[in-house]
Each structure stands twice: as structure tokens, then as C-alpha cells.
């Protein structure tokens, strides 16, 4: 067996019914790649569901990319162990370890507990490396959770990890360019559901929802104070879109032109936050989601000539 590295000194995990056999290929794909490490669960009975991979994630990392989950009891746990059939191959390989083995299995029969395997999350550099340190299997009395444990809080991150928010685009008006003094109305275009949320579940034992709602934008004018004017107290959740008539309270309104700026445009970035909030069990905090888009701006300046 691999040695014990305790990752994480868990709390405890109230044992419910024994969860499914362990699934040797279970793979559960949490979202893509991009600017984060993904989730891509190995060797566990976690289940997510919701907004994964059809947005943007943060890059978000969990604390520790592995950990034990719990399994079998004693008897069932042996009997999968044991039978013949299904390890052929490991007992003509080697007879005697074999029967060396099982013996752990068969030390518990009659004891109350639950046997934890590892698992881990292959879509973090660190995952692989993480699980090769833990044990194969750990025998747990009931109502404990061994160090490395799953917890409620790493069940959260779980989740936090594979949840995705939409980017969407930078719409202004005026917007092929703008002017000198002019207002610039700036928001979000194809943001769509303002709140998104993903579910981590181990079955029979736990579940964590994670939800991201958005609150406001943050506009970067792309430069300083002294060369525009920056307005974000009427945005809203997404921006606001120009009306006619309609009070300027969230754009931009620079006050120079961008002709001696590198290429000859101001790159202004608008940020959505998106506050996080966890359901299903112990109160767990995450930092809100924040997702920058950008947009170049070429400002001009009016020219006028005052004839007699």
C-alpha cells in the first residue's frame, strides 16, 4: 500500500448508507480547460451538474486537488476482494500476495466502519502526484472522517472549481468611435442568465451547491484620470444600454483624443463580479468570480473652424 500523507486534517463526516462499489474508470469532465487547471474527477463517486464548461471559469484551485471518499463496509468490501473470478489475474500473478492482500480485508470483517479510497483531480498538475501519496484503502469506524477525508468544504470546492460564468462582449454607443467629451455608454452584451450555479454530490452522503450571481462591472478606461472620466454608479448588473434621453451614470467619457496612444486606441476592459454563495451544508465563503472582457476605443477630437 502507498504510505498515508494526511493532505488535510478533516472534520467530521456523518456516515450514511454504504455509497455505490468504487468505479475504477470513473471519469466526471467538470469544465474546460482555458484559463484554469479543469476538473477531471478519477477514481470517484462525485457527481457535478449545472453550468460547467459553456462559460468562463476563473481559474479557481482547490486547497488539495485529492482525497479519501467512503466506500464498502467490512463484509461487502471483502467479498468484492476476495472473489476469485473477478481477480484472476492478480492472484495467478502472484498467489501468496494475493492472499497477503485480502488479509486487510478480512482483519475487518465483523467491525463496524466503512473502507475510504482515493480520489483525485487529474485536471490539476498537482492530482496524480497528490493520490499516489495517499493509501489504497483506509478503514474509518462510523461517524469518522480519516485525515485527507472528503468534507463539505472540499465537496464546495469541488464545485467552485467547475463553475463557469459567461464572458460576454463590450458594447458601446457611440461604437465604431468615439469623441472627445463625448459620453460613451458602455455594458455587457450576451451575458444571458444573470445567475449561474453548479452541484458537487457524493451519493448517499453529501451535496454542495455553489452559485455565482451577477452584481456589477467595473470599467477600466484604459487610462488615467486626467485623460477620461469614468461613471459606474447606475450600471446595474451588466452595464446600461444607451436610450435615447436616458441620464449617463455608466461609460466612459474621455477627455483627449487616443492619436498618440499605442495604436492609436485606448483598450478599456470592463469587469462582471459575480458574488458566490454555498448551499447544502457547513457555511463555506468563496471570493466572488470576477471575468475581464476588453475592447479597443478609438477616441477622436472634433475639429471646428470659426470663420468671420
Not at 22 to 39: F, H, I, L, S, Y
Not at 157 to 171: D, K, Y
Not at 271 to 288: E, I, L, N, R
Amino acid at each position: 500500500m502507498r504510505p498515508l500523507i494526511a493532505m488535510i486534517v478533516a472534520g467530521t463526516l456523518l456516515a450514511g448508507a454504504a455509497p455505490d462499489p468504487p468505479n475504477e474508470e470513473a471519469k466526471v469532465r467538470g469544465t474546460q480547460q482555458g484559463r484554469t487547471a479543469g476538473v477531471v474527477l478519477e477514481h470517484s463517486k462525485i457527481r457535478i451538474t449545472g453550468d460547467v464548461g459553456n462559460g468562463r471559469n476563473d481559474g479557481y484551485t482547490m486547497r488539495s486537488p485529492c482525497w479519501y471518499e467512503p466506500g464498502l463496509d467490512a463484509e461487502k468490501m471483502f467479498e468484492q476482494m476476495s472473489d476469485p473470478v473477478a481477480n484472476r489475474g492478480r492472484a495467478q500473478a502472484d498467489e501468496e500476495g494475493f492472499r497477503s492482500f485480502i488479509q486487510q480485508f478480512k482483519d475487518k470483517l465483523g467491525q463496524p466502519g466503512l473502507w475510504w479510497s482515493p480520489a483525485y483531480n487529474s485536471g490539476d498538475p498537482r492530482g496524480a502526484a497528490c493520490w499516489a501519496g495517499l493509501q489504497q484503502f483506509v478503514f474509518v469506524p462510523p461517524g469518522e472522517t480519516p485525515p485527507s477525508g472528503i468534507t463539505f468544504q472540499e465537496l464546495a470546492e469541488i464545485a467552485r472549481a467547475a463553475l463557469t460564468v459567461p464572458e460576454g462582449t463590450v458594447a458601446l454607443n457611440p461604437d465604431a468611435k468615439s469623441y472627445v467629451n463625448l459620453p460613451t455608454f458602455v455594458w455587457l452584451e450576451g451575458v444571458g442568465d444573470t445567475t449561474r450555479s453548479v452541484t458537487a454530490t457524493l451519493p448517499g452522503v453529501m451535496s454542495a451547491t455553489v452559485t455565482a450571481t451577477l452584481r456589477d462591472i467595473q470599467i477600466d478606461a484604459g487610462t488615467g484620470s486626467d485623460r477620461a472620466e469614468v461613471r459606474e454608479k447606475g450600471c446595474g448588473a451588466a452595464g446600461r444600454p444607451y436610450a435615447r434621453g436616458a441620464e449617463f451614470t455608466c461609460g466612459v467619457r474621455y477627455l483627449r483624443a487616443s492619436i498618440d496612444r499605442p495604436r492609436q486606441v485606448y483598450e478599456l476592459t470592463v469587469t462582471s463580479v459575480w458574488p458566490v454563495t454555498v448551499t447544502g451544508g457547513a457555511a463555506v465563503q468563496f471570493d466572488p468570480i470576477e471575468v475581464e472582457v476588453s475592447r479597443d476605443v478609438p477616441v477622436g477630437e472634433v475639429q471646428s473652424n470659426v470663420r468671420p
